[in-house]
């Protein structure tokens, strides 16, 4: 057997259309495997889109007004987990 990998998408009606056409020399009777993706869960820890503009914001100000540190010291004083 020959696989093709296809994108498409299923209906209201449960029936699948794929994006592009198939192309082959000839009629032929398929087997048809369809992976569906599962909902993604959101994580409740994730940090909001907000928080990581804020922060982007404070450490591009540092950077810029030259408020950094060398980066063979960003380690220091942390601790293993």
Do not use: C, H, Y
């Amino acid at each position: 057997m020959k696989a093709i990998k296809m994108m498409g998408n299923i209906d209201e009606d449960r029936q699948l259309t794929l994006d592009n056409p198939i192309t082959t020399d000839k009629n032929s009777q398929v087997e048809v495997i369809v992976l569906i993706r599962e909902e993604v869960e959101i994580d409740e820890d994730d940090t909001p889109l907000e928080v990581i503009k804020e922060n982007f914001r404070q450490a591009w100000s540092e950077a810029m007004s030259g408020k950094t540190i060398p980066a063979a010291e960003i380690w220091d004083g942390i601790k293993d987990v």
